[in-house]
């Protein structure tokens, strides 16, 4: 999960931390369109680097 964060910080995403009674799982807020875009690609980045799920 740190790595994740790290990445996600890395690319412009501001992420917390992990939920502390759900393994694997972290707080994400996004809100307007082009912050959602952003985030889908950086989704389909990591998945094709296999750093995600």
Sequence with gaps: MK???HRM???GIAVDC????????NRLT???PDEMAIFVEV???FREKGWFN
């Design 9 to 11: 910080r890395e690319h």
């Design 3 to 5: 790595t994740y964060i």
């Design 18 to 25: 992990e939920f502390v009674s759900i393994t694997g799982f």
């Design 30 to 32: 996004l809100g307007r």
């Design 43 to 45: 989704l389909k980045l």
